[in-house]
């Protein structure tokens, strides 16, 4: 088994049909891709507190990987290892963007947060593990390019799910041959909902491997963690996404599972719960505006123990 390093001077700010591959892997072959991301920034930010004159690319992410076996209609089952952070993140408020940029206000505000063995010093009195996720992971989109920071696309991007973390299972579209998996925006901890748009952001390295589940046409993608399935809705406005992350969930049911539509409709009103993703929107937002949320990141999940 081998562990291929590509390095965050392969990052670029966007998933692309046409963008040329960095490494082919063969899907189910047992090698690792260490994918390792840019947090350049928030350094810069911390330096200039200067957002318009940013040169560091926002969100850039390590990549395409092409995998070999992966064809249009298949889904990409991405397994997430582990993820190796760095000694340094970020707290940041960009203005304008986010739960609370009213009260942070028209400034950029910066802080570094030191990662070491004793935690994430997230403040001088609180020290917090680390729970090390991906923000942004995705295949390329069937045509085009799709960006990295907002809206979250049914081919992934940047959703901000907590559960994109060692352990997870991340199941993605595949649009284009070879599915071109890129992957960046590693986060030390966030919280649900990511009031901030911005978490604690850190440079890391994530640690993945690939296989195909071939046939499976996914419209949103799904993510298996140890003790339960999660399916992302995407929608505009906020009911939609609802709606459209339970219909996944009760098909994922009834055709995957062979429960009764009616058990599985009695099953998703006891059990089948439902929360706000990451901030991201899931509609292009207005170009004047461009870190104003459309639509929304829903995320609906049923425990494993009761698929049985």
Known sequence: MTEHFLSKALGRPGFAADAEPVLRVRAGDGDTIAFETDEAVYAELHETHDLAGLRAPINPVTGPVFVEGAHPGDALKVVIHEIRLKDRGWSVSLPGTGA??????????????????????VTDRHVLAPRPMIGCIGTAPAAGASSTIMPAHPHGGNMDVTEARPGSVVYLPVQVEGALLSVGDVHAIMAEGESSFVAIEAEGVAVVSVDVVPGLRLRAPRIETEDEWIFVGLGDPVQESIRRGYEDLFAFLVDEHGFTRADAYALLSAAGHSRLGGP???????????????????LHSIAKSLLH
């Open 100 to 121: 609370l940029a009213g009260p942070m206000g028209d400034e950029v505000f910066t802080r570094r947060v030191p990662i070491d063995e004793a935690g994430v010093h």
């Open 280 to 298: 991201t929107g899931s509609s292009d937002p207005d170009p004047l505006h461009p870190f104003a949320a459309v639509g929304a990141v829903t």
